[in-house]
């Protein structure tokens, strides 16, 4: 069940983030504001660095804040919808035995008020009182963002699907 979740969280993770969209081999870094984020045209680059600085910095609020309140996650079998099931079945129980998140961008693109990132992500799997190891993850992700009625940006949807975590040596 913890390796399950661990997956689940890395997956979600790896959907909402990712920085460069020029070269997919480049993690990403967090460097701006909300305010920027909050633009008329999505910069969807942005908007997954800010995520991504969220999860690492183990800010559930602001993770939580960050989705749409119809938001949608999707991971294998694993369909949580709205804020509330997905903050307290995915964001809660993973954003602490989740780190060092990062994203790869493959594809990027906005039109109107919705925008997308799909890519590769990686994560190290933390230790816990019932896993005793420390694990490394990988997978593919998309994030898909919608332009909220006060015009921030929000994840509408998460689908992630990754590979079964590895122990780190």
Excluded: R
Excluded at 150 to 163: F, N, P, Q, R, T
């Amino acid at each position: 069940m913890k390796l399950y979740l661990l997956s689940c969280c890395a997956a979600a993770l790896l959907t909402a983030c990712s920085g460069n969209t020029h070269n997919p081999a480049t993690p990403t870094a967090a460097t701006t504001s909300p305010a920027d984020a909050a633009s008329a045209t999505a910069n969807v680059a942005d908007l997954d660095q800010q995520f991504v600085s969220a999860w690492n910095n183990k800010d559930a609020s602001k993770v939580t804040a960050m989705l749409a309140d119809d938001v949608q996650f999707l991971q294998g079998a694993t369909h949580f919808v709205g804020k509330d099931e997905v903050t307290n079945k995915w964001i809660t129980p993973t954003i602490n035995s989740i780190a060092n998140l990062k994203t790869y961008s493959v594809s990027t693109g906005t039109e109107g008020s919705l925008a997308y990132e799909a890519g590769t992500f990686s994560v190290d799997v933390l230790p816990t009182q019932t896993e005793k190891v420390m694990g490394s993850g990988t997978g593919n992700y998309v994030f898909v963002w919608k332009k909220a009625g006060d015009g921030s940006w929000k994840i509408s949807m998460a689908h992630l699907e990754d590979l079964p975590v590895q122990e780190k040596k």
